[in-house]
T-cell receptor
Framework: DAGITQSPRHKVTETGTPVTLRCHQT?????MYWYRQDPGHGLRLIHY???????DKGEVSDGYSVSRSKTEDFLLTLESATSSQTSVYFC??????????????????FGPGTRLTVT | AQSVTQLGSHVSVSEGALVLLRCNYS??????LFWYVQYPNQGLQLLLK??????LVKGINGFEAEFKKSETSFHLTKPSAHMSDAAEYFC????????????FGSGTRLLVRP
């Protein structure tokens, strides 16, 4: 299994409070991703990173920010949590492997998830 | 924009019966195609993938999927269901021009009856 950990694994917080979720990898993969999983929606991409300090938005980025100061860590921050952000959050990693312009797809490996409840 | 449709949010089969989970994509250019499985309270695990070449792809745990360009489909099958196959299954695609990003279907929960 890919070495991906997420912390915390469970969190309950109140509306309006800031929350930071951490993803840590030991695989030295270039790409890291944050997804949220909600019933009926599958997984939706929040933000991703393609290198240290290089990040970009996904399809559901409003209300979230990210930071990546080290290859191994990717942080997801909810500046002011809302009830609509109650979800299960997954981190994933991938790497070109054969080089930046490899024609092959980047397989993504997923962490165990963080269940966040905003009351 | 690319989209993925999984028909049936829940599929129920008897143990030993054929499993068929359906996935269709929207792109006119064949993308890369994936099936992931999620067991309760766990992350996603790659079952199989199609990139190029042979259209019938074999994965782990006896699953296979066939890429049909004419039908823009990538349905997942297993000849004989086991109780341990009960999980949620996600189809995902990535465009060949931006293969670092995955687009997921909404998932199908497979229930296996004794």
């Amino acid at each position: 299994d890919a070495g991906i950990t997420q912390s915390p694994r469970h969190k309950v917080t109140e509306t309006g409070t800031p929350v930071t979720l951490r993803c840590h990898q030991t695989e030295n993969h270039r790409y890291m991703y944050w997804y949220r999983q909600d019933p009926g929606h599958g997984l939706r991409l929040i933000h991703y990173s393609y290198g240290v300090k290089d990040t970009d938005k996904g399809e559901v980025s409003d209300g979230y920010s990210v930071s990546r100061s080290k290859t191994e860590d990717f942080l997801l921050t909810l500046e002011s949590a809302t009830s609509s952000q109650t979800s299960v959050y997954f981190c994933a990693i991938s790497d070109p492997g054969q080089g930046l312009f490899s024609p092959l797809p980047y397989e993504q490996y997923f962490g165990p998830g963080t269940r966040l409840t905003v009351t | 924009a690319q989209s993925v449709t999984q028909l049936g949010s829940h599929v129920s089969v008897s143990e030993g019966a054929l499993v068929l989970l359906r996935c269709n994509y929207s792109s006119s250019v064949p993308p890369y195609l994936f099936w992931y499985v999620q067991y309760p309270n766990q992350g996603l695990q790659l079952l199989l993938k199609y990139t190029t070449g042979a259209t019938l792809v074999k994965g782990i745990n006896g699953f296979e999927a066939e890429f049909k360009k004419s039908e823009t489909s990538f349905h997942l099958t297993k000849p004989s269901a086991h109780m341990s196959d009960a999980a949620e299954y996600f189809c995902a695609v990535s465009d060949r021009g931006s293969s670092y990003k995955l687009i997921f279907g909404s998932g199908t929960r497979l229930l296996v009856r004794p």
